[in-house]
């Protein structure tokens, strides 16, 4: 995060409770809040450190998927319906910005792999819903918990004071995002 040899210097704060509270005696108050410029070195040290980790741990967390043989639109297929439950063919069309037709032939193939089952709508027995299968569900559960498992290997390597100031920024990182998107609980 910082050049080598380089450390952060908190000229004019006191270590410990002081810094805290504010500067010691004798020293000039700075506003609490940081000048431009450190915003954007802090936000741009913020983008390279989350740049790294993700370069770290994407392959070990993508493990399941790379050693599968689907094809980049069969796992977009998945994802869609994984993140967005059933779907029609015509509204998985839409989402993938496919004909109707590629789509179904992509369905075909992950039917017969068993990642998708497909169903006859209730309401509309000419429709055909599409939602994931035993096995698709399977290889969501494995990337989740791979990613688990790598996040928590991380995170194990902290100490509490480190982890409890992680998890405060992450409260607010979390309460940002939902005043920024509006999605009303993004940490859920």
Do not use: K
């Amino acid at each position: 995060m910082f050049a080598p040899g380089t450390r952060p210097v908190r000229s004019g704060v006191r270590a410990g409770a002081g810094a805290l509270i504010g500067p010691g005696p004798g020293v000039a108050r700075r506003s609490l809040r940081p000048s431009t410029s450190e915003r954007d070195r802090l936000v741009e040290e913020i983008f390279q450190a989350q740049h790294a980790m993700m370069r770290a741990s994407l392959a070990s967390q993508l493990e399941p998927l790379l050693d599968s043989t689907l094809t980049m639109q069969q796992f977009r297929l998945l994802a869609v319906v994984h993140f967005h439950g059933e779907q029609t063919m015509t509204a998985l069309a839409d989402a993938m910005r496919l004909s109707p037709p590629t789509v179904s032939a992509a369905v075909d193939r992950l039917v017969e792999r068993g990642l998708v089952s497909r169903r006859e709508d209730p309401t509309d027995r000419r429709v055909r819903l599409i939602g994931l299968a035993t096995e698709g569900r399977r290889l969501f559960r494995d990337l989740e918990d791979s990613r688990s498992r790598l996040g928590r290997e991380i995170l194990a390597g902290l100490d509490t004071d480190a982890l409890r100031a992680l998890a405060a920024a992450d409260a607010q990182l979390v309460a940002a995002v939902d005043r920024t998107l509006g999605t009303g609980g993004a940490g859920d």
